[in-house]
């Protein structure tokens, strides 16, 4: 498997390494999207290299991980940021907010930012750049915690998932019937739409570079705030696209519904009202019910109709609020449910992922309702 990261930092363990070499989709493009980000010819911005690597040292450090925030401090040749002056003030001010408070990051933070002297491009790269550490930083914990937790037994990496239960699923009364609005604490299950707080993208202006990415993020892509705002860093969209599509899509491990558990707990614990609904929604689809959606959506930490879920939630939970100290205890209820070390894996991405979803929709935009 290639070096990258996650294994630079943390100590090799053979069950670790078994369950990551059959994610290595996500991997590479974790490892690109760094790579991207903190490269000193990044094109199209005009944050300079000592600034992005002092957004994300701040960044691993509120988390909980100096030894990422120490990973990033050796990516430049002169780590320290800029420690005085209007421009820095607003951007560690906005860094701090967003990866503390992501709900927090409203449009008056990003007002300050555009009153420092920086344009929508490099707004949006500073958006994408406190999203990808905060999401490279929960996935070191949890693969730390995860070599924390040993091997299970002599399962292997790629154990199947138990069977479903024997009694057939009978759907609360309360609740309305899948695929109705579920609406619970000001969260719901209908389609939201999504507008951007600065200019957007206009599509018969893009480049054939913006061009390309509209094309291949989503078949509506021209005609969403989100993508005609992110476009505005293609490069950034293009790759941040790849580590999403390997992460939830990744063929086997977590069952795609359970992967739609742990992102649904994390965006309703960030205050995601758009994301949580999106993956709600998902997880319907996949899993013809939404009792579990009613309990994330209630309280999160109760979350969980078996114990597979509520470990899932608990998880998900744990590396949302407080990374830095996640550890074995936090995982060993997933084991104990039955989760293979590929599941787990897949539970600590999807989480993850999330960490950096939200922040950008929270802080760029907001949702509107039907």
């Not at 109709?305 to 744990?318: K, L, M, V, Y």
């Not at 989480?351 to 309702?369: D, I, Y």
Request: overall charge negative; proline content about 7%; some cysteine.
């Amino acid at each position: 498997m290639t070096t990258d990261t996650i294994t630079t930092l943390i100590p090799a363990t053979a069950h670790v390494q078994a369950a990551r070499a059959q994610r290595a989709k996500a991997i590479t493009a974790t490892q690109i999207c760094e790579d991207l980000l903190l490269t000193p010819a990044l094109p199209d911005t005009g944050l300079t290299l000592g600034e992005r690597v002092g957004v994300a040292q701040a960044v691993a450090r509120v988390s909980g991980l100096p030894a990422l925030a120490a990973h990033y401090a050796a990516r430049a040749q002169h780590p320290g940021a800029p420690a005085e002056g209007a421009r820095w003030t607003a951007i560690a001010h906005f860094t701090q907010l967003l990866a503390t408070h992501p709900a927090a990051a409203d449009r008056q933070a990003l007002q300050a930012l555009q009153q420092a002297g920086l344009p929508t491009g490099d707004v949006v790269l500073l958006a994408q750049l406190i999203g990808f550490a905060a999401y490279q930083a929960r996935v070191l914990a949890g693969v730390g915690a995860l070599a924390a937790l040993g091997a299970a037994g002599s399962a292997p990496a790629h154990a199947a998932s138990p069977a479903a239960p024997e009694a057939p699923f009978v759907h609360p009364a309360n609740l309305p019937a899948p695929g109705e609005p579920l609406r619970l604490n000001g969260y719901t299950s209908e389609t939201l739409g999504w507008s951007a707080w600065l200019p957007v993208l206009d599509p018969a202006a893009a480049t054939p570079e913006q061009n390309a990415v509209l094309d291949a993020s989503h078949p509506k892509a021209r005609s969403s705030d989100f993508y005609l705002l992110l476009a505005h860093q293609p490069r950034v969209l293009a790759e941040r696209s790849e580590a999403f599509n390997a992460i939830m899509y990744a063929p086997g491990g977590l069952p795609r519904a359970e992967r739609e558990i742990a992102t649904t707990v994390v965006s309703r614990i960030n205050g995601c009202v758009y994301c949580a609904s999106v993956h709600a929604q998902r997880f319907e689809q996949l899993a013809k019910r939404n009792d579990v959606i009613a309990q994330i959506f209630t309280d999160p930490d109760t979350a969980g109709t078996n114990a597979r879920e509520r470990a899932i939630a608990h998880a998900s939970a744990a590396l949302t609020r407080a990374p830095g100290a996640v550890g074995a205890a936090d995982l060993a209820p997933l084991r104990a449910a039955g989760l293979s070390d590929l599941e787990i894996l897949d539970t600590v991405h999807a989480a993850a992922l999330f960490a950096w979803a939200n922040r950008l929709m929270l802080n760029l935009g907001e949702a509107v309702h039907p």
